[in-house]
């Protein structure tokens, strides 16, 4: 997810989130699950305030693999 820097502080994320969620309930998805840059201070606190927790999962970041990324989850 990417919200313009000039549209962000606005709840976009937050509604894009709850968008997703509202999405996934309905088809008995039991979590949602992202992965975010792991240096992404933000996001990560974007994603902890909507209720994800980090799962402890790291990866390289596909389109820069010296970067990592890690997994959050939240159970719907």
């Known amino acids: 997810m990417y919200v313009r820097r000039q549209a962000r502080g606005r709840g976009l994320g937050e509604a ?4 997703v969620a509202g999405w996934a309930r309905p088809r008995n998805a ?3 699950h992202l992965w975010v840059n792991e240096t992404n201070k ?3 606190l974007l994603y902890e305030r909507c209720g994800f ?4 999962e790291r990866q390289p970041l596909p389109s820069n693999p010296a ?8 159970p719907l």
């Open 16 to 19: 894009l989130i709850a968008a």
């Open 67 to 74: 970067l990592a990324e890690v997994g959050m989850t939240r």
């Open 53 to 56: 927790s980090l799962t402890g």
């Open 30 to 32: 039991p979590s949602l």
């Open 42 to 44: 933000n996001a990560r």
